[in-house]
């Protein structure tokens, strides 16, 4: 009885620790929220706090941007999100390096005109002077 007791607390520390994020795991999913924040409103103050000045931004139709190009599409409406949802998503951190794997679902508005679009995305950040910087982003239609 008391080795089955033994067993199943085992079992359990080691499930709840694989389960439970670390600290920077954490302040990268808040990054996450605030790049999603930033996208929904952007301002040059919030879009340039998230993403570093190397920034490279791929889109699902082979589109890359610059940071510059980035922001001026956001701000000027091209790429104009109206609702994301986010699901399906994974981080991991390596030393000040991170990954973010996520499912995004939108309405947009580009250019005035509404659609809808479905991505996988890979984001990769950058710990600098401890803040959470999108460094590249990549995204393939699902």
Known sequence: MKSLLLACL???TVTVASVAQTADEKAVAVAVTKLKSA????????LNAIA??????????GLIEDKAAFMENLLSGK????KIDL????????????WVRHTLSADTKNSGVPGTTK???????QKVQGQWKLLARQAVKV
Not at 39 to 46: G, I, Q
Not at 79 to 82: E, G, K, L
Not at 119 to 125: C, G, I, P, Y
């Open 79 to 82: 790429s104009d999100f109206v």
């Open 52 to 61: 570093m000045a190397e920034l490279t931004y791929g889109h699902s139709n």
């Open 119 to 125: 991505l996988s995305v890979l984001l990769v950040w």
């Open 87 to 98: 699901t399906d998503q994974t981080v991991k951190v390596a030393g000040n390096s991170a």
């Open 10 to 12: 085992l079992f359990l």
């Open 39 to 46: 996208m929904l409103d952007p301002t040059k103050s919030n």
